[in-house]
C-alpha cells in the first residue's frame, strides 16, 4: 500500500482453538502478512490482505468460516463484532 496503513487478517491454531485475527500491517507480528518467522518451513496459518480500510479486514474476519474465537491485535485498537 503505497499511503495509510494496511491491515491484514490472519488464521490459524493458538491455545487449542482454531482463531483469526486482525491485525495493522505495521505491527511486529504481522510484518505485512510475513509474520514474524520470516522463511520458515512451519505452516503458522495464513494471512489474507492487505486490505485498504479496517472495514474491509473485518468483512473478511467475520467471512472466515468455523472459527472458534475472533480476536484483534493490540495494534489495531479495534473491538471485535
Known amino acids: 500500500m ?3 496503513v494496511a ?3 490472519h488464521e490459524g491454531w493458538r491455545d487449542g482453538e482454531f482463531i483469526v485475527c486482525i ?3 505495521d505491527c511486529i507480528f ?3 502478512g510475513t509474520g514474524q518467522v520470516v522463511n520458515s518451513f512451519l505452516r503458522r496459518g495464513q494471512w489474507h490482505g492487505p486490505y485498504k480500510t479496517m472495514r ?3 468483512a473478511k474476519l467475520l467471512s472466515v ?3 472458534a ?3 484483534a ?3 489495531t485498537q479495534y473491538s471485535v463484532p
Open 69 to 71: 474465537t475472533r480476536v
Open 2 to 4: 503505497a499511503a495509510g
Open 30 to 32: 504481522c510484518n505485512e
Open 73 to 75: 491485535c493490540a495494534c
Open 7 to 9: 491491515y491484514y487478517v
Open 56 to 58: 474491509m479486514a473485518s
Open 23 to 25: 491485525h495493522r500491517g
Open 65 to 67: 468460516p468455523d472459527i
